[in-house]
């Protein structure tokens, strides 16, 4: 037990390192980048076992919730009322372009059908693996291996092609605009909002609710916003430190995933998370043609990637934050409600033939 928290504390502190040092050399995303590069030394150079606490990572998400949710004022939500019809229609087309991709997959990773389209679903892990669990002719290890590894190139591929449509980009005046929370809050109104989404995220966590982590502060905070109208930002210490906590737990993961990504199925994975990210590239840039959205906006909106990580490209290339959080909340209840069931009527009908 000593021995795992002098190795947290080793990594945490090269995290910090590591982060500060792309933080002073203007690196984008310094302290999403920086936790992931110390997991991966302190793993795969240092040779150091660490199980970090998984409380801590989620800490981190919470707040990282809060930051989302602090961004739906009025204004933002009735933009994107405005706005729903593009929300719909990405979300369908990435949901058609993953099944073509997993046609694909299917013959490179040698896999059956059942086990191509639970692995290339983006957008809902837990109920893919779920679903590949309960599907007796589906590959579990297949699935988890895939959908999890997708975060190396969402953390790798996504940042960087979001970075080359940022220039100019101030649809998130309003939000920069608003002030720190230290600044606009008093101390018992931080309690009551910190209270507040600690009973929101038990009862979601009681009816098994996705993404609880960060649906409970945003659903909290939406409410603040349109009944108080006391907007605020995170500290820029207390966001840091949020992205830092968490993206280690991100940076173990994709430590963990090197040494598992091999052969043909290492191929197939490399294969179809490069082609559904630049698929999807290419989807939002033929529908940013007939909508006033920003290019940046409409690709992370659309990026097939956990809103976690996208939300943090979107807070450091200063796009739409509560805009790109409205896709994928509504692509995972449109994942769960209606795609993760038709997938599953289709599969037992497969099974009993």
Known sequence: MWILRRNNLILFITAVVMSLILHFAHILLPFMFGPIIAAILVVKVFKLKVQWPFWLSQIGLILLGVQIGSTFTKKVINDIKNDWLTIVVVTI??????????????????????????????????????????????????????????????????PFISYFFSSGDTSNQTVSKAP?????????????????????????????????????????????NLSTHATFTLDNGILASAQLIYMIRIGLQIAKLLGDLKGRLA????????LLIISAFLMVFIVHLFTHSSMNELFLGGAPGGMSQIVLVAIATGADVAMISSFHIF???????????????????????
């Open 93 to 158: 087309l990435l949901i058609l372009l993953s099944l073509l991709i997993a046609y694909f997959f299917k013959k490179i990773a040698q896999v059956n059908t059942e086990t191509a389209i639970l692995s290339v679903i983006p957008g809902a892990l837990s109920q893919m693996l779920i679903m590949a669990e309960e599907n007796k002719r589906a590959n579990i290890l297949v699935v988890s291996l895939t959908q999890t590894s997708r975060v190396i190139f969402v953390v790798v591929l996504v």
């Open 180 to 224: 720190p929370l230290t600044e606009a809050l008093n101390i018992s109104q931080i309690l009551f909002l910190a209270i507040t989404i600690g009973i929101v995220y038990f009862i979601m966590a009681k009816i098994h609710f996705p993404t609880k982590q960060l649906l409970a502060p945003i659903a909290v905070l939406v409410v603040w």
């Open 267 to 274: 191929i197939a994975i490399i294969y179809q998370n490069v």
């Open 331 to 353: 692509r995972i209840f449109f994942i769960l409600f209606l795609v993760a069931p038709i997938i599953g009527f289709f599969m037992k009908r497969s099974i009993k033939k």
